[in-house]
């Protein structure tokens, strides 16, 4: 089985989990992982599938345009126009994996808090890479569109190397970290702590926090 | 294994699926795929059975005025008085397949905005067949009732081409598209989109959208 | 295998469901299916047991009085002390299955109106064997008791043939059909209705809605 | 296979069924059972594994310390520095077993009620070992931190020999039993009553209970 084989089983695996979970709908949605960094080649989930029934085949490698490679096994399948900002997140934080799901609550906080949603003093954020206590960390929330240079742009300007994670406006949410399991355990702890902010919002206010 | 049985055996499959997300409670709720165009041809589940354990079998087919054909494997075979609506739907819009289910959220939707659930600027309106920004998505909301007559006839009044789904007030919620999968990926961001809207409802409210 | 082991393989299955919706926490709840009239024999789940695990020899026969009789299989198996209610309110129902769950949404729904749930013009009531338009169901609500007997006089107090539910306040919720899976489908169709109706509570309230 | 790689598996199947429930994401949450009272002898997961994944090696056997035995399998293996709390729970409160899960509603409601959450007069408190009826139940909060010296001073304050759980605020729940299964059984039935209580809670402000 081939490096790009590998990676299409680990993203189909792990973009199961993520359908399951509602939060791949539809077709939506997408992962990768870095497969060599000079040039850089990221293998994306292609485009246009459901994201509960890929196979190891549904992966398209692609450069840090996020256009597909010219010499690779399925010439014919397209990668994601989203595969854009997965290669620059990837260039940018040294990530060696990005999610990228429509789980609820990400989109439901940065509707809430549109200049970014700000997590303190919560033990899951060890699970985020970041520490329990006095550690005011702000997840960046960028608006939605379809450039992905502009998104790009908006996300390297607000890039902290501390803080794996950005929510795209009315949209979803991107996750990094060595590799897919560690951004899966990344995106699990900080789904949960969003949701845990939304659901406990107005006690929140009353104590003064954003 | 003939054309029908095939069918019968993707509605099956289908109904599980969503039985087990607890959007088929009971005996409720139906799917269809069409099967031939003129005359009309549509197969319909049956009616009154547990939709998580439908067997390929357990389809009728209808014409377009919903009742069953003559000629067919299993004549005593009842289809659901809401075939009549699912052939409608089909005639009226060209769909391949109709998914009537009763997940929650559509039905909370409807009784908060009885006119129509408008949805705008959100990405997860792609997976529905429209535009992520600037392209405002009403999803109409008609009258339960038990005549599909009366119903089809409200249906058709607020049809329009670029919308796939009805919700019934109190009631349901009908999806469509070219095929069962289509449907299906159609309605999983519908129903992120209503639940989206509804647990960011005040949020809405505040900034003036309907 | 005996009548009493296929009631009990039918009653681990279906506790094993409900078990799996979180609605039979720790060893809570139990299910029953009515064996004979006359005299009443009730097959009633054990006590004290884990609800996903059952076997179908977890099963106890009891009489009118929820007390095991004195000829059967497993005599040193203890049968719930809500037994009793069982099998009152398959005496006085004439159903054949009784089910008892600790669902959340009919014990908030109580919560909020404690002298009994109305529903009116739902679709879904048709599953819960009620009209879906001008015909208002109030589901009863009986206070939490010990006393199987203080309890089913409650029951019977509250009791229409029409309305195969009870709800225990502040504890969990009855219901009850021809079989096992009438029963369940008629909860699977009112645990969706009340969970509709806490979510809708303020739309209600400003309609006049009790 | 010995008695700790026994506790392993049982512990990675506890673990795996929690996981399932969104209770252990990411590494986060650890499971314990004793072996042994003269010394303190307790079998904890590990450090820093996926909890959906554990297998029966995945075990550690620590002291009252909560630190490593000397004389062990996996010499190599880390404890989670929660061990200690476990070590402490166990030592303090007799329990067989004590699960720390960060199921979400817990955490909202000690949020909600920073001095303790108050349970009283329903049903599923029998399940977590109190009465149904007249008995107030006070689950102690304490405050998070990184010192299970301090944690565990705060838990003995609070603790209660007839309350078997403690809520780190901001953190999770630890719930204990004699052993797995009623550790487990009272988790579930206590998330019950978390979840109602926080459901209900404007009507329980109305009613005047804290």
């Known amino acids: ?26 077709t939506s949605g997408n992962l990768s992982v870095v497969l060599g960094r000079d040039p850089l080649r990221v293998a994306v989930t292609v485009s246009g599938r459901d994201k509960g ?18 010499d690779q096994p399925h010439p014919d399948k397209v990668p994601s126009a989203e595969a854009g900002l997965h290669a620059r997140i990837a260039a940018v934080s040294g990530a060696g994996a990005v999610i990228h799901v429509h789980a609820l609550a990400p989109v439901v906080a940065a509707e809430h808090w549109p200049d970014g949603v700000e997590l303190r003093d919560l033990e899951m954020l060890k699970g985020f ?16 569109g379809q450039d992905m240079r502009v998104l790009g742009d908006a996300f390297e300007a607000g890039f902290r190397a501390d803080t794996p994670a950005v929510i795209v406006a009315r949209h979803g949410i991107y996750v990094w970290g060595d590799d897919l ?3 899966r355990h990344r995106l699990e702890c900080l789904e949960w ?13 009353e104590r003064g926090v954003r």
Not at 1 to 26: H, P, Y
Not at 53 to 70: I, N
Not at 193 to 205: A, I, K, N, Q
């Open 1 to 26: 089985m081939s490096v790009l084989e590998l990676a299409g089983r680990a993203l189909a695996e792990e973009s199961a989990r993520f359908a399951g979970l509602g939060w791949m709908r539809g």
């Open 193 to 205: 702590l969003l949701r845990f902010r939304v659901e406990t919002r107005l006690v929140g206010e």
């Open 181 to 183: 399991r560690h951004a």
């Open 129 to 144: 890479g970041r520490a329990a206590h006095d550690d005011l960390v702000t997840i960046p929330v960028i608006a939605n």
């Open 53 to 70: 029934e890929l196979t190891s085949d549904d992966v398209v490698l692609v450069g840090e345009d996020g256009l597909a490679v010219a």
